[in-house]
């Protein structure tokens, strides 16, 4: 009796994990489980400016005592206004921004979540804290960018020994925006 009272006692998280895999289902029937853009929105600060991304990110496939997978390397991104023209772009392992006026600004993740539209090909929605360096223009002050909407971005495919190192370019886009 003491064997089966200690293996239903490991089973009791079990059940636990399983009723609560069917939370989602209290939203309803199609409702979207992607977070608002007011749960990614920092505490203090208001936006001043949304900007439109459209390029690429880079992951290289490493291989090692782990296993394969794909290592994010860089993003590559030209940012457009509600005008249609290109103001700034995205680059480099520090995702920095680069507006057309010289100002610049250099982002960290803060906190992100899953994009549930389609969590193996679509990025991340982010919430990230920004630098800017002391050149006057659009983006001096900002403190926080916002990663919202975003399509494609995640590496395909599989990553083992015969792909080690090998580089792959993924196509994205994201609305970015940027609050002081």
Request: contains cysteine.
């Amino acid at each position: 009796m003491a064997v089966n009272s200690r293996i239903f006692l490991c089973l009791i998280p079990a059940f636990i994990l399983a009723g609560c895999s069917h939370l989602s289902d209290l939203n309803g029937p199609g409702t979207s489980h992607a977070p608002s853009a007011d749960v990614l929105s920092p505490k203090s600060g208001a936006p001043f400016l949304t900007l439109d991304a459209k390029g690429y990110q880079y992951f290289r496939c490493t291989v090692d005592a782990r296993g394969g997978y794909w290592k994010f390397e860089r993003p590559e991104a030209k940012l457009t206004n509600s005008a249609g023209e290109t103001v700034a772009e995205l680059s480099g392992p520090m995702q920095a921004f680069d507006h057309s006026d010289g100002s610049r600004i250099i982002s960290s993740h803060i906190t992100a979540w899953v994009n549930p539209a389609n969590p193996a090909v679509d990025n991340k929605l982010a919430l990230l804290q920004a630098v800017s360096d002391d050149r006057e223009g659009v983006f001096k002050g900002v403190r926080y960018i916002q990663r919202l909407d975003t399509v494609g971005g995640m590496p395909q495919g599989s990553c083992t020994q015969p792909d080690n190192g090998k580089l792959q370019k993924v196509p994205f886009s994201a609305k970015f925006v940027f609050w002081k």
